[in-house]
């Protein structure tokens, strides 16, 4: 018999969601249940597979259940604005791709996090959305807090990206900031979750890329150095190279470089010399308006999962042509590659 645990939290279980995953109240609340080839269970009212992972995405599942339950260092003003202003800046004006129609918009957001980047972005168009958050760490309960704070019509997976229980061309589109990369591939990523699009949905999405040849060896090493740590020592390990960021930035100092330097992939021309650090040395985060914790959040996210795939624009273009993906908008720069494609 279901508990009377089990029959409130599918009492919030949004009717929408049963209906786009293809399952009745019954089924929802037998502790677990098979779905596509997962196996789930519903528990606290989000749906988790209990379905076996890598090694590689066990630890991604740890690093990033620990960061994104850390809330004071992301969800400041200056934080939460900087995510504004970033999305808009890459993505362009959240309106332009949803405009307002009858039928709401069914969005997953692929590795929603804390939905930080989700809740930010499409904060103008809640009304006009039914936002589904995917991640695979217990960061789903996070974003269903901040979800349901801010009054959106939301549902929540905790899951592997590469294997969510959706159907074929159920979705109007696709949201995944910063976390293909954090996949076992990238690459297969992008095909495992382009055919969950209807013809002419949107896949938006930001992926790392390659950077110059000293910063890529110490990214490595420093991540492979970080694998034995627990989440909270890899926190602490952390803040000296965010210390440092702060050290570069504070002291404002901008040099002049005379010509390229071809062997090391650094261009000629003024920097400020945190940004040459930056850059070129090791991610060592700098904002002047963010607390210490905020910029280790920064860089935690990036030195800790063990997953963390940096990628040429050339092979981002090939992986959207082989997954039917017709690429819209594209945004290239040092840090990474945005695209907004359409699927054919």
Not at 27 to 38: D, H, I, K, N, S
Not at 157 to 185: K, M, N, W, Y
Not at 188 to 202: C, D, V
């Amino acid at each position: 018999m279901p508990s009377d645990h089990m029959n409130s939290n599918h009492t919030e279980f949004p009717a929408w969601f049963s209906g786009l995953l293809g399952i009745s109240a019954s089924a929802a609340e037998r502790q677990p249940f098979p779905l596509r080839g997962v196996d789930l269970c519903l528990d606290n009212r989000i749906l988790r597979a209990t379905t076996l992972m890598s090694d590689e995405q066990r630890q991604t599942e740890q690093v990033f259940g620990f960061k994104w339950h850390k809330r004071d260092t992301f969800e400041s003003q200056a934080s939460l604005q900087m995510m504004r202003q970033w999305s808009n800046d890459r993505y362009r004006d959240v309106t332009e791709w949803f405009p307002f129609r009858d039928e709401p918009y069914v969005v997953l957001d692929a590795g929603c996090g804390a939905s930080y980047t989700g809740l930010e972005y499409f904060r103008p168009v809640l009304d006009r959305i039914r936002y589904l958050g995917a991640d695979i760490s217990a960061a789903v309960d996070v974003a269903r807090a901040r979800m349901q704070d801010a009054g959106a019509d939301a549902a929540f997976l905790q899951c592997d990206l590469t294997r969510l229980p959706l159907p074929t061309g159920s979705l109007d589109a696709i949201f995944s900031e910063g976390v293909l990369h954090h996949t076992d591939s990238t690459h297969g990523a992008i095909l495992s979750l382009a055919p969950l699009l209807k013809t002419g949905g949107l896949f938006m999405f930001y992926v790392y890329r390659r950077k110059g040849p000293i910063r890529e060896f110490t990214d490595d090493y420093i991540r492979e150095k970080m694998q034995s740590m627990t989440p909270e020592e890899g926190w602490r390990a952390m803040e000296p190279i965010s210390r440092l960021g702060k050290l570069l930035g504070e002291l404002n100092i901008e040099i002049d470089i005379p010509e390229r330097i071809d062997l090391l992939d650094i261009d000629p021309g003024r920097i400020n010399l945190q940004r040459l650090f930056y850059w070129h040395v090791l991610k060592c985060f700098y904002r002047p308006d963010y607390t210490l914790d905020e910029m280790n959040h920064i860089n935690f996210d990036w030195y800790a999962p063990k997953n963390a795939f940096r990628q040429s624009p050339e092979e981002v273009r090939a992986w959207c042509s082989e997954a039917g993906l017709q690429i819209l908008h594209e945004r290239v720069e040092e840090a990474g590659i945005t695209i907004v494609a359409k699927k054919v």
